[in-house]
């Protein structure tokens, strides 16, 4: 059973920096590129990252370039989501998924900027 | 970026009934790059249709999709309790971004 579960949300202040975690079980993670996808409260799902199986590729949403950085652990079974310089705009719930098509989700994380 | 519009905003309908949900983009998309989700709160969305018109795994024959170019549709034959939900579709072409719609929430009438 492909299983995905995000960790590392919580209260950071404005400015401040915050890691997410996404670990992979029941299917061969090194095989598949991953997103990152967030929903603000009350709004609709914002893509905002992708790696490549490899890590070679790598795309960013406007909203979070030069702030957010993507990486990947591939003997670890692990995705991993670095944010800096956080906005109050970044408070969402933050999804990982599978494969460009994200056919499987993990249940988010959630992370508030607030002072 | 490619801009997709959903309508309508909201469907209120009942259950039995047919749903049909629109997803606008403002240039063509390829259509092996159209995918339809199905989100409901506190859980994680699913994938529903990809490739435009292709059912994921375990997902019912009710749900269907369709379209290419800038025009697609996602039809649910008739509506059961639990397809009750917001709805979302979403381009990744070649292009970063990836957009998603806005989203259409099927509701009870």
């Known amino acids: 059973e492909v299983q995905l579960v995000e960790s590392g949300g919580g209260l950071v202040q404005p400015g401040g920096s915050l890691r997410l975690s996404c670990g992979a079980s029941g299917f061969t993670f090194r095989s598949y590129g991953m997103n990152w996808v967030r929903q603000a409260p009350g709004k609709g799902l914002e893509w905002i990252s992708f790696i490549s199986s490899s890590s070679s590729t790598i795309y960013y949403a406007d909203s979070v370039k030069g702030r957010f950085t993507i990486s990947r652990d591939n003997a670890k079974n692990s995705l991993y989501l670095q944010m800096n310089s956080l906005r109050a705009e970044d408070t969402a719930v933050y999804y990982c998924?599978?494969?460009?098509?994200?056919?499987?989700w993990g249940q988010g994380t959630l992370v508030t900027v607030s002072s | 970026e490619i801009v997709l519009t959903q309508s309508p905003g909201t469907l209120s309908l009942s259950p039995g009934e047919r749903a049909t949900l629109s997803c606008r983009a403002s240039q063509s998309v390829s259509s092996s790059s159209l995918v339809w989700y199905q989100h409901k709160a506190g859980q994680a969305p699913r994938l529903l249709i990809y490739g435009a018109s292709s059912r994921a795994t375990g997902i019912p024959d009710r749900f269907s999709g369709s379209g290419s170019g800038t025009d697609f549709t996602l039809t649910i034959s008739r509506l059961e309790p639990e397809d009750f939900a917001v709805y979302y579709c979403q381009q990744y072409g070649s292009s970063p971004p990836w957009t998603f719609g806005q989203g259409t929430k099927v509701e009870i009438k």
């Open positions: 998924a599978r494969a460009r098509d994200s056919d499987y």
